[in-house]
């Protein structure tokens, strides 16, 4: 089963970065976040990924072609045209990625129409190149056969926009930055899709908006499940998100990080 990536978004939001690198390629220590993303899903034997490409495609394009050289010790013979040895191996030799352009300024419903093409199977796992979380695969996979319904969205908590203290008096008893609040839910990506819904409600349309009219017509006709998360989920749309993602991976413990190597 494939796991599609929506990597093709702009990250206006994050400009300060975005005007170098897509916002999915943004590091997070020393890899970009859709590393992190794919080696998160490749632990719950994802391991065969669409990427939907737009802005900066390129760069993803680069970074894959040349990921042996990026991880591995290579020997180049400077008087040969091509003689590169690559001496060792790396963690994600089992991976297949599949790099599809799916237009500079497509919405998320015609990219994910275009790059339908390269699933194989009834259905794939589909998210956003820009969150982090801890969600159960296996058992959002589990909770979605059992539904019987033509897509199922993780359902998460947002996180609040500042700061919540607790007060005792006038003194601070706890701090949290950005909690999750705990009121209404929200999309959270890692959804499970079927091929009838990408027939059914999408088409290559480069205006259609995966989160509008499908998605809206999809809930009114029954066919669109919910798997709620209470667990770790944190998107990166802003700087201060980014940092907030830098600062758990360097603390140690990152909740999205289940992998060993």
């Given at each position: 089963?494939?796991?599609?990536?929506?990597?093709?978004?702009?990250?206006?939001?994050?400009?300060?970065?975005?005007?170098?690198?897509?916002?999915?390629?943004?590091?997070?220590?020393?890899?970009?976040?859709?590393?992190?993303?794919?080696?998160?899903?490749?632990?719950?034997?994802?391991?065969e990924f669409i990427l939907c490409l737009g802005y900066?495609?390129?760069?993803?394009?680069?970074?894959?072609?040349?990921?042996?050289?990026?991880?591995?010790?290579?020997?180049?013979?400077?008087?040969?045209?091509?003689?590169v040895t690559t001496h060792n191996s790396h963690a994600e030799e089992d991976w297949l990625v599949t790099l599809a352009n799916t237009g500079l300024h497509t919405q998320t419903g015609g990219r994910v129409a275009r790059a339908a093409r390269y699933v194989?199977?009834?259905?794939?796992?589909?998210?956003?190149?820009?969150?982090?979380?801890d969600v159960d695969l296996d058992a959002l996979?589990?909770?979605?056969?059992?539904?019987g319904k033509l897509i199922t969205v993780t359902a998460v908590h947002p996180s609040g926009r500042f700061g919540?203290?607790?007060?005792?008096?006038?003194?601070?008893?706890?701090?949290?930055?950005?909690?999750?609040?705990?009121?209404?839910?929200?999309?959270?990506?890692?959804?499970?899709?079927?091929?009838?819904?990408v027939r059914r409600y999408l088409s290559e349309d480069a205006d259609l908006v995966l989160e509008q009219e499908p998605m809206r017509r999809a809930a009114q006709d029954g066919q669109m499940a919910a798997y709620r998360h209470e667990g770790f989920w944190q998107c990166m749309d802003t700087a201060r998100e980014r940092d907030i993602l830098e600062r758990l991976w360097k603390e140690g413990h990152p909740p999205w990080k289940v992998w060993k190597s």
């Open positions: 089963m494939k796991a599609m990536i929506l990597c093709g978004g702009m990250g206006t939001r994050i400009r300060d970065v975005t005007e170098v690198l897509p916002k999915p390629m943004v590091p997070i220590e020393n890899h970009p976040i859709v590393w992190h993303i794919m080696k998160y899903c490749a632990h719950f034997g994802f391991k900066k495609g390129e760069v993803f394009v680069d970074y894959f072609l040349n990921y042996r050289a990026r991880n591995c010790d290579v020997t180049i013979d400077l008087g040969r045209a091509g003689a194989t199977g009834d259905e794939f796992l589909l998210t956003y190149g820009d969150g982090l979380a996979l589990r909770h979605h056969r059992r539904s919540e203290m607790a007060l005792d008096g006038d003194r601070v008893a706890a701090f949290n930055e950005k909690p999750q609040t705990r009121g209404d839910f929200i999309n959270g990506g890692f959804m499970v899709v079927t091929m009838e819904f």
